[in-house]
């Protein structure tokens, strides 16, 4: 046991002296590292697909703070891609993607069996990051729940409220459900690939969940992730998971239980001190200091740091911040955090 990789250690219900630790977005825009390898690429997407380079910003991370663990550098927007949606990235503004409102339009969605040749270059990522990572750092794969993936898919870009998706929603359900239902299953192979090319966790981000209320909580996020879930864990029944339903609020608790998986991502929404009360006693929690701090440091960011740490501190937890780091962030903040977490 003790051999093991600190995440997988977390991930498994060990409760560790020192959380391990990893950021999200942690190859991005705030380093000027990552910003020359784009550069060199071209764009993001070509970036994305294009392993040699994509293996090497996954690495730059690493290499300049020593985190616990790698995530593959990708987007979960590749998977729509996959399944024949347009997709492109406006500078300054984010993603745009051809729109999906009519059962035509999912009908017409590449099979689930085709994916895989627009998806290769990502399994060919993580096969090279397999061989070059340190033997202590554990391998993320991840991709996008069904509703945020969703999200994108019918509103053909970022929007503040998923205003779109929720009307397809309410107004053609069936259009909606089957749709959900093509990217659950894409969801399930390009995971079960990523595994199999050698990610050693795997982690679903559902970026968008908190604008799903009540019942559609349960029906749009817990219940696609749980199909998620127990599909890969029939296939892969070692790979830890950890689901990140952000936004979830009070919702969070029993998630644990009703998603199946491994460790519970937490947004900065929720308190440490609440969530060890009502999350952590399910399993693994990740989390959550707030991304902002990566910009202002200082000894707000150490007292925070600190009393995430001393919070979580009497079960597993794994320490990251609640959503992505901002390209504003400095970097010699995030070696803050790190000397905070380590060494008290
Ligand atoms: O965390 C990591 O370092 C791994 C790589 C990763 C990226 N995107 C790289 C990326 C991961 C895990 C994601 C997830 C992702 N992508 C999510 C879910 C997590 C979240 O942030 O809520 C979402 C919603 C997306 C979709 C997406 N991709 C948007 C909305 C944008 C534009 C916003 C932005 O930050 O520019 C992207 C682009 C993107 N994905 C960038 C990176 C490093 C920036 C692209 C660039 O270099 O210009």
Redesign the pocket.
């Known amino acids: 046991m003790s051999q093991q990789k600190t995440i997988l250690r977390a991930l498994a219900g060990e409760t560790l002296p020192t959380p391990p630790i990893w ?7 705030y380093l000027p590292e ?2 020359a390898t ?1 550069a060199q690429a071209g ?2 997407l070509s ?2 697909y294009n392993p040699e380079l994509a293996a090497e ?2 690495l730059q ?1 690493i290499r300049r703070y020593d985190f616990d663990a790698a ?7 590749l998977l729509p891609q996959a399944l024949g949606a347009d997709l492109w ?1 406006v ?1 300054g ?3 745009r993607l051809s729109t999906i409102e009519t059962m035509e339009q999912v009908e017409n969605l590449r099979p689930v069996d085709e994916i895989d040749e627009t998806l290769s270059p990502i399994y060919e990522t993580v096969r090279i990051l397999s061989g070059e990572l340190p033997k202590k750092t554990t391998l993320i794969g ?1 991709a ?1 729940a069904p509703w ?1 993936v969703a999200t ?1 898919m019918i509103a053909g870009q ?1 929007t503040p409220d998923q205003g779109p998706a929720h009307a397809l929603k309410d107004q053609h359900r069936d259009v909606f459900v089957a749709l959900m239902d093509r990217i659950t299953e894409g969801t399930i192979e390009y995971l079960s690939r990523q595994i199999d090319a050698g990610a050693e966790v795997v ?1 679903v ?1 559902d ?2 969940a908190g604008s799903l209320k009540g019942q559609d909580f349960q029906d749009f996020s817990v219940a696609p992730i749980r199909r998620i879930v127990s599909a890969l864990k029939s296939r892969h029944p070692d790979t830890p998971i950890i689901a ?1 339903p ?1 936004g979830a609020g009070s919702k969070y608790e029993g998630l644990h239980v009703e998603m199946g998986a491994d460790c519970i991502a937490l947004d900065e929404g929720v308190s440490a001190e609440w969530a060890a009360k009502h999350v952590q006693i399910g399993g693994c929690v990740q989390g959550n200091l707030a991304s902002p701090h990566m910009v202002t440091g200082g000894e707000d960011l150490v007292r925070e740091t600190r009393e995430i740490c001393d919070a979580l501190s009497n079960g597993p937890h794994i320490f990251n911040l609640g ?5 504003d962030a400095n970097p010699d903040n995030v070696q803050l955090m790190i000397d905070t977490v380590r060494g008290g």
């Open positions: 950021m999200m977005r942690q190859a991005g825009r990552y910003k784009r764009d993001f970036l994305c910003v996954t991370p995530i593959l550098f990708a987007d979960i927007l990235f500078t503004e984010g993603p991840f996008g945020t994108y970022g982690k981000f970026s968008w990140f952000r959503h992505g780091i901002t390209p």
